[in-house]
């Protein structure tokens, strides 16, 4: 078969009501608006409502996704979500969206590759289009990361927050524009480094999980720091230099907004000045699988991703996993 170009049609955001700013959190923890905006960037995040899931937000994200490219929940051949804080282990959190978007039966399943999940998402959509199996394929990366989340725990607490964001993949039509080209990794001896470590069939829940918290999201963030603060770079450059482009290339980079300095390292490793780097982190935190489509449908609006641009996205997470995509906008 005739491989084609898939290119990001339109995207869709949505993030809960409720902002949590690191004031909030000092008030029972002990840390300060300085201590967690000096180290990680952040200064607020959003937080999902009681009842709120993942499916919730994505399925909000979708609605906007698929009104912006003026194409109906009824036209969509797949939908294929990411997500590390899924409603449930199964069935898939993309085929709640599905039905609560009114999709009918189109394919869906969900991808497990923790923050790197986005990316990994819009690969496997790019391939279904590529291919010719898939026409319009719905990529949604959907978090409600605060369910799962220590509240005593400094070390996790001020870093997450909840929010989804949606792609619309169709077929290229314009000379050059669309999917340029992936490269995914893993490397399993760091799956440890970040974890949930119970609610699979490893540790299935017990009075003894529950009562050793060992149901809540788990990270070694300096091993996550170092393994970041490496990888990003190197995935990036296979990915632009691979396909014979140069960083100069490159008009915007958006990476996965987990730490403001891992930003910053990455993009002084890639050449990049501050104006070629998007970053939302400050309003948002680490909002996971969702992160870099929100940084997306916000570049956009604001005019910092124009038409005929070369984005280059990265992101990284447990397992411990990479993953970055070039793209024609």
Known sequence: MTRRRAKVAAVGTYVPERVVTNDDLSLNLDTSDEWIGTRTGIRQRRIAADGQAASDLGAEAARRALKAA????????????????????????ASLISGLIGAGSPAAFDISAACTGFIYALAAGESFIASGR???????????????????????????????GAVLLEPAS???????????????????ELSLPAGGSRLPASQETVSGRQHFLRMNGREVFRFATRIVSESARRVVEGHGLRMEDVDIFIPHQANIR??????????FEPGKVFSNIERYGNTSCASIP????????????????????TGFGAGLSWGSCLARW
Not at 76 to 87: E, G, N, V
Not at 262 to 271: M, N, P, T, W
Not at 300 to 310: A, I, T, V, W
């Open 294 to 313: 929100l940084c997306l449908d916000e570049a956009e609006r604001q005019g910092r991703l124009r038409k005929g641009d070369l984005v280059l996205m």
């Open 174 to 192: 314009g000379e050059g524009e669309g999917i340029i080209g992936f490269d995914l990794g893993n490397d399993p001896a760091g799956a440890a």
């Open 262 to 271: 891992i930003i910053d390292v990455a993009a002084r490793k890639l050449g």
């Open 70 to 93: 003026q194409a109906q929940p009824g036209e969509l051949d797949m939908i294929i979500t990411a997500s590390l804080s899924p409603d449930m282990l199964f069935p898939a959190t």
């Open 134 to 164: 898939a026409d319009k394929v719905l990529v949604v990366g959907a978090e409600a990361v605060s369910k799962m989340i220590d509240w005593s725990d400094r070390a996790t607490a001020v870093l997450f927050g909840d929010g989804a």
